[in-house]
């Protein structure tokens, strides 16, 4: 099966409404309440978007995208739309996946360093104030002066460990370094552990190029991370997805003529990543999303609200599909008029009204055209799905992990030698210096001669003898293992757990 370099059908009214491949990197925006069909509309597009050879990227909130592995079936209600619709040669078919999973349970691993997060989106992560956020981009900044490489949580305790207790050293050339601040990264950073974030940060790390797929037949890859268990840690998944993000801001080169995307991405759940989001961040995030096109990357925001979406960010989103919203309260009144500026005027009917009174399924759609005008908006209904609606079984997403083109690329953890390993030695080295120091000033201290007196001192028995040499040797014994139990002490305090 062939993938098709022509426009597909994503909805339809009076009029068959398709998103232009060369205007698919301008972005798009699917919003509406629960329930009214945005993971099938977020689906047909993924679809199309495959069938063009462009491969996708899409989270997992709930396990019903898994289903687009599968072959879908011609049920009643799917034959009943595609008979209102009149879908000339709909036909049911599998799309390529490949399964990830930040914690490695339902997908392959997906894992970045320390280093590769950065300062920036890691004291988002830590939900770091402005000072504290200062404190750890100088650790960053030590930590790659002194060549020690950040790669995994372990390795950020340790590198703060040694900034806190040398800040004194470091404080004339870099700036004021609190006990207080880090005190508090690393109850952050322990909070961030037990959430699981522990999976996410090591080797072997993600390679973003491995996104940009297409199978044997042409057809885009859809890369699809499970994100139920993700979800519970709302700041993790939306800094994990905006880390994604700016890799492929990155690392992509520039295109001068685009007649296609690289890659589609899809941001489920995007309230989370706007929701108390410093302002030197959201710039960054305006920034990415305003120049990443010119990767050939598209964005397609999902959530139920298009207020979630920044001003700045919303009026760069120019395909657009709106389902149904609620106008109950004030704040769900003031979306829908929102919502209903936001497109072109159809003098068919009254956006604001029509929003409120849509069905399951059924969405305002408007795409840009191949000059990258926004067309009309249309009352429509979205094209059923060609692969199954729903989760697929584990023991199905088990087989396809096991036959995917990434399988055993990235399910070995590798813990080579970076800044908790050199601290430690180096840790080690010092002890063992001032222990040395310590035995040779004690050789040199010269012994007291004995007190003379008048009277003549009587001989021990042999039996005294050795009773106090038996004595010395005790009181030896039992010192060295004192000093070898505060050594130990000193390091477990200083590096704190195992090493995995």
């Not at 491949?21 to 993971?39: D, E, S, V, Y």
């Amino acid at each position: 099966m062939a993938f098709s370099s022509n426009p597909t059908l994503i909805a339809k009214s009076d009029v068959e409404l398709h998103i232009q491949p060369r205007m698919a990197n301008r972005h798009g925006l699917i919003t509406g309440a629960t329930g009214t069909g945005k993971t099938v509309s977020l689906q047909v597009l993924a679809e199309s978007f495959s069938m063009q050879g462009i491969p996708c990227f899409m989270t997992d909130i709930k396990g019903d995208l898994s289903g687009v592995a599968n072959k879908g079936s011609l049920n009643p209600r799917i034959a009943d739309r595609v008979e209102k619709m009149g879908l000339e040669g709909y036909e049911n078919r599998a799309f390529p996946v490949v399964f990830y999973d930040v914690f490695g349970e339902q997908g392959h691993p997906m894992r970045t360093t320390i280093l590769e997060m950065g300062p920036l989106l890691l004291s988002r992560l830590l939900n770091l104030n402005d000072t504290q956020s200062g404190v750890l981009n100088i650790v960053f900044k030590i930590a790659d002066e002194n060549g020690l490489m950040l790669l995994d949580l372990k390795d950020l305790n340790a590198m703060l460990e040694y900034v806190g207790n040398n800040r004194g050293q470091f404080t004339t050339s870099h700036g004021n370094i609190s006990p207080a601040s880090i005190g508090a990264i690393k109850r952050n950073l322990m909070m961030l552990e037990d959430q699981g974030a522990a999976s996410f940060f090591g080797e072997t790390a993600f390679d973003i190029h491995d996104l940009l797929q297409t199978d044997a037949h042409g057809m885009g890859v859809l890369n699809i991370l499970s994100a139920d268990r993700l979800m519970h840690s709302p700041r993790v998944y939306s800094t994990f997805l905006l880390w994604l993000l700016s890799e492929l801001y990155d690392q992509l080169p520039e295109e001068t003529q685009i007649e296609k995307p690289k890659l589609v991405f899809f941001f489920d759940e995007a309230h989370m990543l706007f929701k108390d989001t410093p302002r030197v961040l959201l710039e960054k995030i305006e920034l990415v999303v305003r120049l990443i096109r010119s990767k050939g990357v598209g964005v397609y925001f999902v959530t139920q609200n298009p207020l979630d979406v920044p001003d700045t960010v919303l009026s760069q989103l120019g395909n657009r599909i709106q389902h149904a919203l609620r106008a109950y309260t004030p704040r769900e009144q003031k979306a829908v008029k929102a919502a209903a500026t936001t497109f072109r005027q159809n003098p068919a009917f009254h956006t604001e009204t029509v929003i409120t009174q849509l069905g399951v399924g059924e969405a305002l759609v408007s795409f840009l055209d191949e000059k990258g005008v926004p067309g009309m908006v249309e009352r429509a209904m979205i094209c059923p799905p060609a692969a199954q609606i729903g989760p697929i079984t584990p023991e199905e997403r088990s087989r396809l992990i096991n036959k995917s083109p990434v399988f055993g690329v990235y399910e070995r953890y590798i813990d080579r030698e970076s800044a908790f390993e050199i601290l430690k030695k180096r840790m080690e080295k010092e002890l063992e210096a001032k222990a040395e120091k310590t035995e040779k000033e004690e050789s040199k201290t010269p012994t007291k001669p004995a007190r003379t007196t008048r009277t003549t001192k009587r001989q021990p028995t042999v039996l005294e003898d050795i009773s106090r040499q038996t004595g010395r040797a005790i009181t030896r014994n039992i010192s060295n293992q004192l000093g070898r139990e505060i050594v130990r002490s000193i390091l477990g305090s200083l590096f704190g757990g195992k090493r995995r």
